[in-house]
C-alpha cells in the first residue's frame, strides 16, 4: 500500500491541527495505521495507532488525551486530530500500514509497520 500525508503547516500552540494520511493500492482496511513523529536530532516515536476496524486505538503518553486517531475505510484515509499541541510536538510525522490478521489489534512497534508514507512537518509555535 502506497501513502501519502498532508495536513501539516504551522500551528499556534492551544490551536488545533488534522493530519491526514490517503492509501492507494492494495486493500486499505487490511491494514491497522499508526502514525509516529521524528523531532530534529531525536529518534523516531510512536504517537498512535489504529486498528482495521477503527475500534481499537492507542496513544502514546504524551499526546493521550490531546490527539485523536481515527480512520475512513470507504475513502481510504487515516486522521491525526491534534488538539492543544504543544512546543514539545513539532516533528515530521509519518503515517504507517501495518499488515493484520486480526480486525481489533493495533501495534506501537515501527517494526510491524511495512509501508510508511513521505511525512508531513508539523511546526508548534509557542
Known amino acids: 500500500v502506497q501513502l501519502q500525508a498532508f495536513g501539516g503547516g504551522l500551528v499556534q500552540a492551544g490551536g488545533s491541527l488534522r493530519l491526514s494520511c490517503a492509501a492507494s493500492g492494495r486493500a486499505f482496511s487490511d491494514y491497522a495505521m499508526g502514525w509516529f513523529r521524528q523531532a530534529p536530532g531525536k529518534e523516531r516515536e510512536f504517537v498512535a495507532s489504529i486498528s482495521r476496524s477503527g475500534t481499537t486505538t492507542a496513544y502514546a503518553d504524551s499526546v493521550k488525551g490531546r490527539f485523536t486517531i481515527s480512520r475512513d475505510n470507504a475513502r481510504n484515509t487515516v486522521y491525526l486530530q491534534m488538539e492543544k499541541p504543544k512546543s514539545e510536538d513539532t516533528a515530521v510525522y509519518y503515517c504507517?500500514?501495518?499488515?493484520?490478521?486480526?480486525?481489533?489489534?493495533?501495534?506501537?512497534?515501527?517494526?510491524?509497520?511495512?509501508?510508511w508514507g513521505q511525512g508531513t512537518l508539523v511546526t508548534v509555535s509557542s
Open positions: 504507517a500500514a501495518s499488515p493484520r490478521s486480526y480486525t481489533t489489534t493495533v501495534s506501537t512497534r515501527a517494526r510491524e509497520y511495512n509501508s
